[in-house]
C-alpha cells in the first residue's frame, strides 16, 4: 500500500471517530480526509472528497449504512467501503456484501484486523471478520438451500426504508421531505406503502418496527 490514500469516517459516536481518526494516523499511507457524524453528512463528505476508502457503521442517524452504500456504489463505484459495526446478524454481513461493500469488521475487532481489513480490500479481496465469518457463511448457503417466503420487510424498498428509519427517529414528514430531497407528497405516498405492506396504521408502530429492525437504537 505505498500509494497515499484518502479516508473518510463515518459513524455518530465521536469518542470512536476519534480513536480510529488517530489509529489511522499510525497508517503512514493513509490520511483522514473528512469525518460525518450521521448517514446523510456521510453521502455529502463523501461525494465532496471522493475517498479511496470509506469506513463507516450501520446504524447512524437519519440515514442508516446500508442507504450510504446504495448511494455511494451507485455514484463513485471506485470507492471501498469497509463497514465497521457491532451487529454479527447474518443478514447485515449478507445484505452489506449484496449492495457492493468490500469489508466487514467488528468494532470489538483488534486494532491488527482492522488493519487487516484495509490492506486486505486495497489488494482487491474482500474482507469478513474471522469472529463471524465461518457462521455468515453456513447461514448464507442455508438460505440458498431452502425457498424462502419473501417477508413483509423484504417487500419495502430502499427509499422506504429510508423513510421508515426517519420516521422512527421522530422526524415529520416536512423534514423528512428536505432531508430525502423529495416533495411531501412522495413522502406521504411512501408512509402509506409502508404501513401497507408493513400491515402497521400508526407512527408508534412504525417506529417500534424501526427500532425492532435495528433502524434506530432504543
Known amino acids: ?3 497515499l490514500r484518502r479516508v473518510v469516517l463515518a459513524e455518530d459516536h465521536a ?6 481518526h488517530s489509529l489511522l494516523n499510525k497508517f503512514p499511507n493513509l ?6 457524524s450521521d448517514g446523510l453528512g456521510a453521502i455529502r463528505c463523501i461525494k465532496e472528497k471522493k475517498p479511496d476508502l470509506v469506513i463507516l457503521d450501520i446504524n447512524m442517524p437519519k440515514m442508516d449504512g446500508l442507504a450510504v452504500v446504495h448511494e455511494i456504489k451507485n455514484d463513485l463505484p471506485q470507492t471501498k467501503i469497509i463497514i465497521l459495526t457491532m451487529y454479527k446478524d447474518d443478514e447485515y454481513v449478507i445484505e452489506t ?3 457492493g461493500v468490500e469489508g466487514y469488521c467488528l468494532k470489538s475487532s483488534s486494532f491488527e484486523e482492522l488493519k487487516l481489513a484495509i490492506e486486505s480490500v486495497f489488494s482487491g479481496k474482500q474482507f469478513i471478520s474471522p469472529e ?3 457462521r455468515v457463511m453456513e447461514g448464507f448457503i442455508e438460505s440458498h438451500r431452502k425457498v424462502k ?3 413483509s420487510w423484504d417487500s419495502l424498498t430502499q427509499r422506504e426504508r429510508e423513510v421508515l428509519k426517519l420516521v422512527g427517529e421522530g422526524y415529520k414528514n416536512r423534514e423528512i421531505s428536505d432531508y430525502l430531497c423529495i416533495s411531501v407528497k412522495t413522502v406521504e405516498k411512501h408512509r402509506v406503502n409502508i404501513m ?3 400491515d402497521l396504521h400508526t ?3 412504525l417506529a417500534a418496527y424501526a427500532v425492532e429492525k435495528g433502524l434506530v437504537r432504543r
Open 31 to 36: 490520511e483522514v480526509v473528512g469525518e460525518a
Open 149 to 151: 417466503k419473501k417477508s
Open 132 to 134: 463471524i465469518s465461518e
Open 97 to 99: 456484501f449484496k449492495s
Open 1 to 3: 500500500m505505498d500509494k
Open 15 to 20: 469518542i470512536i471517530r476519534e480513536g480510529l
Open 196 to 198: 401497507k405492506k408493513l
Open 203 to 205: 407512527a408508534a408502530s
